[in-house]
């Protein structure tokens, strides 16, 4: 009900609010941590609208969801372990990509796989929305089931009943599954690379893709968001596709 008000009164508040959509079942980018969303994104989208001068709204939604309620206008931002990719950009203005996204597959233990041609005729679940993945699957695996799921964690537990063999999902938030749940391990597949990196999202021609790459850029060069990332984990140093940093 508080997310409903917030968002209704950010309709019209004279631009002082923003409204970020996200999946909060991505940790350790965005999840909740005894009821509370908390994760790396959730930090960092905080510190953005606040050099921003803005008050910040979250939208919890259906992955699937994301884009559809961004061209509506009812989030600003998308951010989500969101990659960014020359397919997507030709839609959507993207941020600079903050954190690199290496896709894997998610297997019980008890039926691991050390070369992606296991994959084929096999179950595999991944998140509704996420097309890059689904695509590459689809072209390079031969007859897979795909499985989309709206939430990770329900494709995770998917995974542990039976119901799919295998899951397709960013490396670290692998990481973390497979830390909570010990039955569980990843294989990555070196031909698997979906985008330029873990950006936000933001409708065509927006003025705050410019705004919060400004506020990035300073944030790397002050080392603020390398701090963020060894706060949560995320300890690869991150550069863009061609070597430069932010």
């Known amino acids: 009900m508080l997310a409903a008000f917030l968002s209704s009164c950010g309709n019209g ?4 609010i923003l409204k970020f959509g996200t999946c909060a079942d991505y940790p350790p980018f965005e999840y909740y941590k005894d009821g509370v969303l ?3 994104e959730i930090d960092l989208v905080k510190i953005i609208a606040r050099n921003m001068g803005k008050e910040v ?3 919890d939604m259906a992955f699937s969801t994301l884009l559809a309620s961004l061209d509506n206008d009812f989030i600003n931002v998308v951010f989500a372990g969101y990659g960014s990719s020359a397919e997507k950009r030709e839609k959507y203005d993207f941020s600079l990509p903050y954190y690199p996204e290496r896709m894997v597959f998610v297997y019980k233990k008890s039926n691991p796989i050390t070369d992606e041609t296991q994959l084929a005729g096999k179950k595999i679940a991944y998140q509704l929305g996420s097309t890059a993945a689904k695509k ?3 072209e390079t ?9 709206d939430k990770m964690d329900l494709a995770i537990e998917s995974l542990k009943a039976g119901h799919v063999e295998y899951v397709v999902i960013d490396e670290f938030v692998a990481n973390v599954y497979c830390e909570k ?5 990843y294989f990555v597949p070196d031909s698997l690379k979906l985008s330029d990196g873990i950006a936000m999202a933001v409708k065509k021609g927006s003025p705050l893709t410019a705004q919060i790459n400004k506020i990035l850029k300073d944030l790397e060069s002050s080392g603020e968001l390398q701090k963020l990332r060894e706060k949560w984990g995320l300890k690869q140093k991150w550069r863009l596709p061609d070597g430069s940093n932010l």
């Open 136 to 138: 590459w699957i689809e």
């Open 181 to 185: 749940n010990f039955d569980l391990g």
């Open 141 to 149: 695996i031969a007859d897979v089931e795909l499985v989309p799921l």
């Open 13 to 16: 508040n004279d631009g002082k």
């Open 38 to 40: 908390d994760g790396f």
């Open 57 to 59: 709204v979250f939208e």
